[in-house]
Each structure stands twice: as C-alpha cells, then as structure tokens.
C-alpha cells in the first residue's frame, strides 16, 4: 500500500507545545497544541490523573479539539471513555483498534480512520503513521501545523520504513525506548512475554531505537524525547546512558512513568527561520498483516 504524506512551511512555526502527560507500560498520553488548537495522543490513565497532571501544566481539558487512538490496549485507551465524553471530545480511531477496544462511545463522537489518513483539526494537521504492532489496527501519528512537525512513535515492533520517515522529517521525536536487552533477557517476564515483546510485533529496545535514531536523523531534529519505558525491563538511567553521547548537539528528555513532562515549547528550540518543504512516499511492506 502505497501513500503520500506532504509536510509544507513557507517560516517555521515557533507556538507549539507538547508534553507527555503519561508515558510507559502504565499509560499513556501526550499533549500537542498550538495557539489555536489542541490534541491529545491516547488517553491511557483514568480521568482524574489526566486532569490532576494537566492541572499541573497549566491545560485546560476543554481545550483540547480531538483525540487520536494509537490502538487498543488498555494502556492507551483505560481513560478514554470517561474523558472524551465528561468533555465532548472526538476520537480518531481506525477500525480494527476500535473493534478491539471493546469500548462502546458515544456515535458521535467516534471517527473511524485509515491508519494512514490525513485529519484536519484547526490549524494542526494529524498524519496517521501504520506500524508492526501486535494490535489490531494500529498506527502512530504525526501533528504538524504545516512548519513543525512532531512525531509520537511508540509500541513500535520494529523501525519499519514508516518509522525511518517520520525521524527524517520531524522537528520533534517522542521515541520509544521500551526495554534493556539485558534486563530483559534476565528478568522475572515469563518466557512468552519475553518473546512478545522482542518479537518484531512487540517494543524497541533501547539498542534498537538508538541505532534507528542514529542512522535516521537529520539536522532538522532539535529535541528527543525518550518514551514509553518498561517498569520492569528499563531504567531512567540505562537510558540517558544510552542515548546521551548521541545528542549533544539536540534536547534530550525523557519521559516517565511516574509523572507528567514539563511543558515543552518549541520556541524553546530554534528560532524563526525560512524552511523548505519535505515530501515523503511512504510505503507499508506487503507482509504487514494486523491480527484478528
């Protein structure tokens, strides 16, 4: 399946925001925004965390236009009944992770999307990114206000094409850095969880992910934020470790399960500056199959 996802800018954007509201096996939830309009990325801790945390960022829940669904695992989408309609928020889903959600929302509420469409919200364009993952349907996402572009890509089972895209092209990278092989390999985890995680449907490992980012970044990259961490399998540490010696010349965060990121700003990052247009042709490798 072949599709195209155009980024375009005549001067780069300097007013978007984003943070990880929730980040790791626990849940997960990230907040992009510009001045204008608002997304969340997944909603997988319940409500009350969601709005204690934004609270603590200074978010209104109201503020946000749109809810985007990775995929249905409850650790993406345990929040997500009870948010979207104290709220009234749409939620953007493909089919097979809303089948699999077993969730029953509000009809008209619920968009149901290709895991590569293209979805208007304001001033924000959302890009759905297909992945291996061992979901029924999942995809990651891509929000960009037509200058920064900022890329959300976890649960990845692997750095298919899609994944390689994405990191060339983005301003803004929250990266998944799921387990240490190590850790892994000698911990409690029976030996099928093992093997589902280190599948090719399941995580990236911290080698993984360093080497996809390493090989894969371009100069337009200006912040990295770590993502979606094992408990169990990982550490803060371990990772800053790894990744550290690699990104001198960028910001480098990492997101916890423990509590919300700062706010971050993109104005933080780089000042106002003519920027060309990327144009990308991403493909999905026929053996891509999501499971029933």
């Not at 925004?33 to 608002?38: I, Q, V, W």
């Not at 008209?108 to 297909?130: F, K, S």
């Not at 387990?179 to 280190?198: T, V």
């Amino acid at each position: 399946m072949d599709w195209r996802l155009k980024f375009l800018s005549a001067y780069r954007s300097v007013n978007m925001k984003y943070c990880a509201i929730a980040s790791g096996s626990n849940g997960n939830c990230y907040y992009i925004a510009n001045a204008a309009d608002a997304v969340l990325i997944d909603v997988g801790i319940n409500t009350k965390h969601v709005e204690l945390r934004m609270a603590n960022l200074g978010i209104s829940p109201a503020s946000v236009k749109a809810i985007f669904i990775t995929h249905e695992h409850t650790d993406h989408i345990r929040g997500l009944a009870v948010f979207c309609k104290r709220y009234q928020i749409p939620v953007y889903i493909t089919a097979g992770s809303y089948k699999g959600s077993r969730l029953h929302l509000p009809e008209h509420l619920v968009h149901i999307i290709l895991p590569n469409a293209t979805v208007r919200i304001g001033t924000l364009t959302v890009y759905g990114i297909p992945k291996y993952h061992d979901a029924k349907e999942p995809c990651s996402f891509v929000v960009s206000d037509g200058a920064t572009n900022i890329g959300v890509l976890t649960d990845l089972g692997r750095p298919c094409d899609n994944v390689k895209h994405v990191i060339r092209h983005t301003d803004v990278l929250l990266l998944e850095a799921n387990y240490d092989e190590d850790m892994l390999e000698s911990g409690r985890y029976s030996f099928f969880l093992k093997n589902r995680i280190r599948s090719g449907w399941g995580h990236l490992s911290n080698r993984i992910a360093l080497e996809t980012f390493v090989e894969h970044r371009t100069s337009r990259l200006r912040h990295l934020v770590l993502s979606h961490l094992s408990g169990e399998n990982n550490s803060v540490e371990c990772v800053r470790l790894t990744f550290a010696p690699y990104c001198t010349d960028i910001k480098l965060s990492i997101a916890t399960r423990y509590q919300e990121t700062e706010l971050f700003d993109v104005s933080d990052l780089f000042a106002p500056s003519v920027v060309g247009f990327d144009e990308l042709s991403l493909t999905l490798s026929k053996d891509r199959q999501w499971k029933e």
